[in-house]
């Protein structure tokens, strides 16, 4: 499986961004997948995860309300809007996938990594 990310970049404080990340060599539909970041010697945190069959998705309270997940399977892309960004929200943020599940806060439940995007939000 390989996962790629992308869209991050530097946005002020209020801004948006969209980030994306292809997945392939795996059957997208049979994944969970979510988004984690880590922050500059911060340990990795989670973001969002969204089910295998992309029913239920699942928020950290600390983006709940402006960041939003969701998946094309047509397209074997997830993506993470990212709205009303603070600096805070300043990190390296990585999809991850893993086979099946409901969807999960905990890295350990998910097998593959992308490479990270860094978006930098500045006050």
């Known amino acids: 499986v390989q996962l790629q990310a992308s869209g991050g970049g530097l946005v002020q404080a209020g801004g948006s961004l969209r980030l994306s990340c292809r997945h392939s060599g795996r059957t997208f539909t049979r994944d969970a997948l979510a988004w984690f970041r880590q922050a500059p010697g911060k340990e990795r945190e989670f973001v969002a995860a969204n089910s295998w069959n992309g029913v239920t998705t699942y928020y950290a309270d600390s983006v709940k309300g402006r960041f939003a997940m969701s998946r094309d399977n047509a397209k074997s892309t997830v993506y993470l809007e990212m709205g009303r960004l603070k600096p805070e929200d300043t990190a390296v943020y990585y999809c991850?996938?893993?086979?099946?599940?409901?969807?999960?806060?905990?890295?350990?439940?998910?097998?593959?990594w992308g490479q990270g995007t860094q978006v930098t939000v500045s006050s």
């Open positions: 991850a996938a893993g086979v099946g599940g409901l969807g999960s806060s905990h890295p350990v439940q998910y097998d593959q």
